[in-house]
């Protein structure tokens, strides 16, 4: 089976920075995304990394480092809005997602 | 825009009872998920179709039917409910399967309860 680690929580203040690391052990690989959940609401896609480095979109980046099978998702100046599961997948080698737990993330004022 | 729609959003069935889950996109996208979401332990993937006429199944089939007859319909049945499909299903789209970049669009969710 595949296997993707993320932390379960995590906490942190109105314009702070949380960084969300994601490990994995999959069969293939073939992409890794990012993916927010707000409580009661439907997954809605945030990054693709399939390349090693960093991609930057806004206040949210993901970095990506195939050799250690390993990413995170870093916020930056965090609201309010942002409280909510990060969800953590990869592309394998049938080309379908797998999915971690997820990461819950409260932002505090 | 309408994207993914799900019926029904939530949903209490008895078990032993057979129930099916509507999923109709609008997207033309080729390839469709059934995804249960269970607390600490993520999505799973229940069947897919890479394209209309084809199917195939997930990480967790057993208990769970799909059908393709066309592009934006994928309906998921349950023959005979058990207590332990009580979850949230979310059906997914994708408009490139195959390729890596399988970005996903979502439905809203049908929370099912079977007691």
């Known amino acids: 089976g595949q296997n993707i680690d993320q932390p379960t929580e995590m906490t942190a203040t109105e314009g702070a920075i949380v960084q969300i690391n994601c490990t994995y052990q999959?069969?293939?690989?073939?992409?890794l995304f990012w993916y927010q959940q707000h409580a009661g609401e439907a997954p809605t896609f945030l990054s693709y990394n399939v390349l090693d480095g960093l991609e930057e979109k806004g206040r949210f980046s993901s970095f990506l480092s195939r050799s250690k099978g390993y990413s995170y998702l870093l916020l930056k100046e965090l609201q309010m809005k942002d409280s909510a599961s990060y969800l953590c997948?990869?592309?394998?080698?049938?080309?379908?997602?797998?999915f971690g737990a997820g990461t819950t993330v409260t932002v505090r004022a | 825009t309408a994207g993914i729609t799900q019926a029904p959003t939530s949903q209490i069935l008895a078990a032993g009872r057979s129930m099916t889950l509507r999923c109709t996109q609008d997207?033309?996208?080729?390839?469709m998920y059934w995804y249960r979401q269970d607390l600490g332990l993520g999505l799973r993937l229940i069947h897919y179709?890479?394209?209309?006429?084809?199917?195939g199944k997930g990480e967790v089939p057993d208990g769970y039917s799909v059908s393709r007859a066309n592009t934006d319909d994928f309906p998921l049945t349950l023959a005979s409910a058990v207590p332990s499909q009580t979850s949230v299903y979310f059906c997914?789209?994708?408009?490139?399967?195959?390729?890596?970049?399988?970005?996903?669009?979502f439905g809203s969710g049908t929370q099912l309860s079977v007691l």
């Open positions: 997914a789209s994708s408009p490139e399967p195959g390729t890596g970049f399988e970005k996903l669009f």
């Open positions: 997948a990869v592309s394998t080698d049938d080309y379908k997602l797998s």
């Open positions: 997207m033309r996208h080729n390839a």
């Open positions: 999959t069969s293939g690989f073939n992409g």
């Open positions: 179709s890479n394209t209309a006429g084809t199917t």
